[in-house]
Nanobody
Framework: QVQLEESGGGLAQAGGSLRLSCAAS????????MAWFRQNPGKEREFVAV????????FYADSVKGRFTISRDNAKNTVFLQMNNLKPEDTAVYYC????????????????????????WGQGTQVTVSS
């Protein structure tokens, strides 16, 4: 059973930085795609970023492009989300997600921002950005 555990959330000021971590266990992560989503109460879960573990290809939501960076530590089975130049609108609960069998090619990249592509989710970590 794949388990995902997020950490690193907290309070930051606008313009500041935070780094989220997602520790993964119970699976063979070399073939997975790992993503970050975020959600506020009463709103739909929003895609943030994704990385295919093999090859390291990435894709970002327009709202975070140039400010957020997704990366991984193979030895620790951990995915990170470095968040710089934070804005109050980045406030949300951030979730880590895993697609254990991502398709190859453009068809997957066209749907990788959709939550139904992902098989496992963490419990989430709160990020609050004050103005």
């Amino acid at each position: 059973q794949v388990q995902l555990e997020e950490s690193g959330g907290g309070l930051a000021q606008a313009g500041g930085s935070l780094r989220l971590s997602c520790a993964a266990s119970g699976g063979t992560f070399s073939s997975y795609a790992m993503a970050w989503f975020r959600q506020n109460p009463g709103k739909e879960r929003e895609f943030v970023a994704v990385m295919r573990w093999s090859g390291g290809d990435t894709f970002y939501a327009d709202s975070v492009k140039g400010r957020f960076t997704i990366s991984r530590d193979n030895a620790k089975n951990t995915v990170f989300l470095q968040m710089n130049n934070l804005k109050p609108e980045d406030t949300a609960v951030y979730y880590c997600a895993a697609d254990v069998n991502p398709r190859y090619g453009s068809s997957w990249w066209s749907t990788c921002s959709l939550s139904y592509e992902y098989d496992y989710w963490g419990q989430g970590t709160q990020v609050t950005v004050s103005s």
